[in-house]
């Protein structure tokens, strides 16, 4: 909540500075570092950062990149590489207009070197890095992380940008002959499965509860926040009829498929159109090539995309297995999905259809409500006119059927179990190293780095939060 609030501070001064951006003077006219001296010592280093970066990445900004990190919480941020450092995120991030902040005039030229003179000194260390070991056992999948996953260390990666209490996520890997086994842990203060579920209306008619309070077309993010309750936004409020989820994106073939996605992540698939392509987050339901979506700009290219999905997909231990393709943003009838689209097979869903404005189907065994709000497709019993008419007003029925997925779309096992106790999600995914399908990363030459990136949805549709450095994963002999 705190961190929420913070970021809604941040992404106010983060819109004004874009808008100041074009009228800056050129980069190059920038002569005098904004701050530190010449030597690469960490105090100079630290002095530049805060001078052209601190007005956006304050503590609490919600974001990995502090401004005031000291060293060693700078270096374990991921965001540095050692091996070759004008490749680091914190450098590149300052000179890309897919950066939230656009490109930091005040981050001159001297800054960048000084900045890289200091990473170029620092031990040979990858912290973005998760390292599969080989295992000659099998986890089981079923969400609880057993003894054996102790063989793995764990990378814990950064979040932020949306509204997931979550600030980090810890992730574990393994494999053997035929696959990539993980494991994940966060956090989260509820488990959320009220997913857009029909409601019985005072005056006898039903409706499907929208997931989210509703939105003015074209508002923003951090105005539809600020509306919500800002630094009191909770995403577990009853309002929000919607479920948890967790995505992961892998850059399919590896960095000829998506070069953007090498450097900045997932942030290279997600697009504003009302901002020129930069990541952001505007509403919009009428127009909705106007809305924030998930795409890539150039036509070929692919990004394999995993997403879990509690409610729909999860009591069939799946997660969907999807792709990120180009698209052009127009208000056509592929405006809703963007550039989001499936393997083929069956996503092993649908809603509870409507019969005469009211849900057709209840489950044989547990009736009108479920505790997870949906049922299995052969447990579904449909429902008399009189039945539904002698139900009380206020009945709320789950609009949710579930049946294992098909095909490639099931190409990824993935079960997710709520620890109520201690607040925390944990996962466990497998896949088989190799699917021989096109729209699949293949984990077949492990001597290679795979680039990837994870979010996790907090009872939200799309506000996730993102890992905005590319993680990678190498597998270990
Ligand atoms: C005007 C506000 C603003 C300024 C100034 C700014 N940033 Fe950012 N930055 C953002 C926003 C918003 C994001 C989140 C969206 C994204 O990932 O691009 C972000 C993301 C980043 C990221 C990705 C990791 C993260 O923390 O989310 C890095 C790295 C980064 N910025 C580096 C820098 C550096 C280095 C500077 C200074 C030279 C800087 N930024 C200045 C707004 C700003």
Redesign the pocket.
Known sequence: MQALSRFLS??A??G???GMAACSPDKDTIVEPTGGGNSPTFANVSAA?VS??????IVGSG?????TMDSSRLVA?G?LNTASPGTS??????R?T?????I?T??SAR?SAL?AAWIAALPNIDAATLTSVRTEFAPTLDGVGEALWLQAQPLTV?I??GWAAATSIAIRAMYDDNYLYMYLRWDDRGASYVRTPWVKNADGSWSVSPAMPAFAAGMDWAAYMASRGGANFNPEAPEFMYEDKLAMIWNTYGPTTVPEFER?GC?AACHDPTKGG??GTTYNSVRKDLAAKKYLTVPGQILDMWHWKLVRQNMNSKMDDQYVRYWVPVNDATAGNGGRASDTGSEGYRSNPAVNGRPTFKSATLGHLPPIYSWAESDTLRMTDAEVAGLPVGTVVANMITSPPTGNRADVDARGVYDRVARVWTMEIRRRLVTGDDKDVQFSDLTKTFKWGVSVFDNAQIEHSYS??PLSLVFKK
């Open positions: 941040m992404a001064v983060a004004l500075a874009v950062l052209a970066c601190g007005s956006c990445h974001r990995p990149f502090i401004a941020s965001l995120a914190i450098l590149v991030k300052a890309s897919a950066h939230g902040g656009g930091v005040a981050f800054d900045v950064p932020g940008g900045t942030a930069s990541p905005s450095v």
